[in-house]
């Protein structure tokens, strides 16, 4: 069975009704709505897999880095995909989510970003990780970890700061260093943006 909305694929997890074990099934987060993007597209997709690449940087004890990018208009019709990663050593980015919008503009980044930070936040507080954590379930036993793990831990609850970015980089564009100052991360450019190549 796929279920496509995060929303319901928490709420059946959570209650029983279907066990969500696959940490690389695709699935939909944020809420899709015409008006958001400005015209009637806007789909934003990820896997507990990437989610993930979020808690797997604060356990590196380096501060995160986000890199976001869009690839412009992508078909005849006026769309465009934009998506973010984090960033790891040896200049590796992995991948947290996929966002397909009318246009890259700052409401699209804030949109997608929106969809990723509130899965993590779901993941960490609200999952209820079920009695084959340590056995068969990739996710339980993933989200277990993660927040057992202090550095992990120290981002989310109430105690938490609730503080998933130290910086943001990206081509040298206002929209996404305005998108950077809102999400409170230092703005940085690309090194080859930043040179003209």
């Known amino acids: 069975m796929v279920t496509v909305w995060f929303g319901d694929i928490l709420r059946k997890h959570n209650s029983g009704e279907h066990h969500f074990s696959n940490v690389h099934e695709v699935f939909c987060i944020g809420n899709v709505n015409p008006e958001a993007a ?42 465009t995909m934009v998506g973010f990663g984090i960033n790891s050593i040896p200049a590796k980015f992995n991948t947290l989510n996929y966002c397909v919008g009318a246009v890259e503009n700052e409401d699209i980044y804030v949109r997608a970003w929106e969809g990723v930070q509130g899965t993590f936040f779901a993941y960490m507080e609200k999952w209820k990780c079920c009695p084959m954590a340590y056995s068969t379930c990739q996710v339980c036993s993933l989200v277990s970890q993660f927040r057992e793990n202090s550095l992990v831990s120290a ?42 190549k």
């Not at 356990?59 to 208009?73: Q, R």
């Not at 409170?184 to 040179?195: F, I, K, N, V």
């Open 38 to 79: 400005g015209e009637e597209i806007f789909l934003n997709l990820t896997t507990a897999w990437s989610i993930f690449h979020i808690e797997r940087g604060f356990i590196s004890g380096w501060p995160i880095c986000v890199s976001g990018d869009g690839t412009g208009k992508i078909s005849r019709k006026q769309a």
């Open 155 to 196: 981002h989310f609850g109430p105690n938490g700061d609730r503080k998933i970015i130290d910086m943001a980089k990206s081509d040298n564009t206002d929209l996404f260093r305005n998108f950077a100052i809102w999400l409170g991360a230092t703005p940085l450019c690309c090194d080859s943006h930043g040179a003209g």
